[in-house]
């Protein structure tokens, strides 16, 4: 398990590195450990069959925050907004009557 923060978050970093190492897991402070504790477990090769290559430069798809693809677009990469939103407004009530409305019964 993955976990970040700092121990001054109001959700309580130690207690949950500490709940989830009783029940069980091992947990990582950072990505390069979450990386190592993958790859230690990993056989030292494997044969998938299949090469990967891509074609063409990799683009993010970013559904949500615009705030999210100016930070991947502002460190090089490529990235496209989807205009998405919930569907009617994100107002349950309005949700519900739709879903009834598209409703076959």
Do not use: C
């Amino acid at each position: 398990v993955l976990l970040l923060g700092t121990p001054d978050d109001p959700q309580g970093l130690a207690y949950h590195v500490e709940a989830f190492a009783a029940a069980g897991a091992t947990v990582v402070p950072d990505t390069n450990g979450a990386v190592a504790h993958v790859l230690d477990r990993l056989p030292a090769s494997v044969d998938t069959g299949a090469q990967v290559t891509f074609g063409k430069e990799l683009v993010a798809i970013n559904v949500g925050l615009e705030s999210f693809r100016d930070s991947l677009t502002g460190q090089g990469a490529t990235s496209v907004q989807v205009d998405w939103r919930p569907p009617a407004g994100g107002n349950e009530k309005m949700m519900d009557i739709l879903a009834r409305l598209k409703s076959p019964s």
